[in-house]
């Protein structure tokens, strides 16, 4: 049963996401998916990885985001020379008080934002793992908490480029969602021309959301409802992805629960207080392809990781209202939840 408070929270979240949506679609031109995808994964309580080539706007929607709510923001760019005390902090010996005084490194912040991050080395983007799954940093033996709302916004270039990491399956994993921009329409770039040919439409964004509202929308994504047959589609799909032939590295238990978080976050956007089998759908590309490794067989007859998720959605029976299933039905995501990519794209 829905009480009236549910009901108030979902009339909220939707009345408050909807401010966001229009505050970064003012800089983020002929996008609207992307900027759903990346509201979706923040009331989720996700991280975000912006994969694309460079120029299309991946920093832009990262700021975007981080500007229109009202929460602190740290940007790191992420540089070969990077070292992991540089994210995390680190202890300095205070002369005057005789002890060790710890200082907070970029990673202190409501929403941070990771530029390149494949730039740095192994090392250094492990130095994110724990923040990004625990919300706490460990130096010295002492945890120290993350604030709250707390999100990751990282942008990398596709690993075929100059000076690139691949991330390692732990870091991909941690990733809630991995969004491909592409390139805007023609007229998306021609606005783009007219909007941007003068000054930044960022240094005119203003928060139209609070900290404390963000926290609120997140209780209220939590408390939507989702079926037993739901959970059960959630779990068949992440799991035909472990036997799939074409794939030698499956989603892991993680995957399927970010999947099924995010979904109850999309049935909130639509202002729904149940989850969907279409919520499910429309996101497992985008939660479940970063986290998979083809085979080397697959890899020759170019077989991407987003193909295999969409023929696992092809295949794999949709629960109906009545109890049963019924066929999946022909499924096409795109470029924006990691499906096929917009003529000049590449994927890795």
């Known amino acids: 049963m829905t009480t009236y408070d549910d009901r108030a929270s979902l009339t909220d979240l939707t ?5 966001v949506r229009r505050s970064m679609e003012t800089v983020i031109e002929g996008k609207p998916e992307v900027v759903r995808l990346s509201l979706t994964v923040l009331l989720a309580e996700g991280h975000l990885l912006i994969e694309d080539v460079p120029g299309v706007g991946k920093t832009m929607l990262a700021k975007a985001l981080a500007r229109s709510v009202d929460c602190s923001v740290r940007r790191i760019q992420f540089t070969p020379d990077l070292l992991p005390s540089d994210i995390t902090g680190v202890s300095i010996y205070d002369q005057q008080r005789r002890d060790f005084e710890f200082k907070p490194g970029a990673i202190f912040a409501q929403v941070v934002i990771g530029d390149e991050i494949n730039r740095a080395s192994p090392k250094t983007q492990s130095a994110l793992l724990e923040s990004m799954e625990e ?3 460990t130096i010295d033996g002492h945890s120290y908490e993350l604030p709250d709302p707390f999100m990751v ?3 990398q270039n596709p690993v075929e480029m100059e ?3 691949p991330l390692p ?4 994993d941690r990733f809630m969602a991995r969004v491909s ?3 805007p329409s023609a007229e998306a770039e021609l606005r783009m021309l007219d909007v941007h040919g003068g000054l930044s439409p960022l240094d005119d964004l203003q928060p139209v959301a609070h900290a404390h509202d963000i926290v609120k929308l997140i209780d209220a994504v939590r408390a939507v409802h989702v079926a037993e047959a739901v959970r059960r589609y959630a779990v068949q799909l992440v799991g035909a992805t472990r036997t799939h032939p074409d794939l030698r590295l499956g989603a892991s238990p993680r995957a399927t629960l970010h999947l099924l978080r995010a979904a109850k976050a999309s049935a909130a956007l639509a202002g729904r207080d149940y989850c969907l089998p279409d919520d499910v759908q429309a996101l497992a590309v985008a939660v479940l392809a970063h ?3 083809p085979t080397a067989q697959a890899q020759l007859n170019r077989r991407s990781a987003e193909q295999v998720v969409l023929e696992i959605l092809q295949h794999t029976p949709v629960p109906t209202a009545s109890g049963g299933a019924v066929p999946a039905p022909p499924y096409q995501a795109g470029p924006a939840y990691g499906g096929p990519q917009q003529p000049g794209m590449r994927r890795p």
């Open 15 to 19: 009345t408050t996401v909807e401010r």
């Open 135 to 137: 919300r706490q940093v």
């Open 153 to 155: 916004v990282a942008t």
């Open 163 to 165: 000076g690139t990491y």
């Open 169 to 172: 399956e732990a870091q991909r």
């Open 181 to 183: 921009i592409g390139y």
């Open 291 to 293: 986290r998979l490794l």
